[in-house]
């Protein structure tokens, strides 16, 4: 079975920069649809950033330009490198992963399997 392990979360100032890793275990012939939503209570989960197995990324609005996924050393390990952050992208990140995401990529409901979150937070 597949297991996520992320990580990188911490406190920051607005403007300031964190970079996130994923890292997944139990698959390696192929690429996952990996990425990361954000959670923040009252709120629902958003999708971020996802790089699909054929290596296609997409970015939510809110972060694109400021937001990177990369790989890391293996192609089910990857780093979310965010610049330029803002109050409002205070929340829990939590890793995702499935076997394809297509045109869905924006919805929690195909992802099967999650980390266990790391927290952001920006202040003013």
């Known amino acids: 079975d597949v297991s996520l392990v992320d990580s990188g979360g911490d406190s920051v100032q607005a403007g300031g920069s964190l970079r996130l890793s994923c890292s997944a275990s139990?698959?390696?012939?192929?690429?996952?649809?990996m990425g990361w939503f954000r959670q923040t209570p009252g709120k629902e989960r958003e999708a971020i950033a996802v790089?699909?197995?054929?290596?296609?990324?997409k970015y939510a609005r809110s972060v694109k330009g400021r937001f990177t996924i990369s790989e890391a050393d293996a192609h089910n390990s990857l780093y979310l490198q965010m610049n330029s952050l803002k109050p409002d992208d205070t929340s829990m990140y939590i890793c995702?992963?499935?076997?394809?995401?297509?045109?869905?990529?924006?919805?929690?409901?195909?992802?099967?399997?999650w980390g266990q979150g790391t927290q952001v937070t920006v202040s003013e």
């Open positions: 995702a992963a499935t076997w394809a995401c297509g045109g869905s990529w924006a919805s929690p409901s195909i992802f099967t399997y």
């Open positions: 139990g698959w390696s012939r192929s690429r996952l649809c």
């Open positions: 790089r699909d197995g054929d290596g296609s990324i």
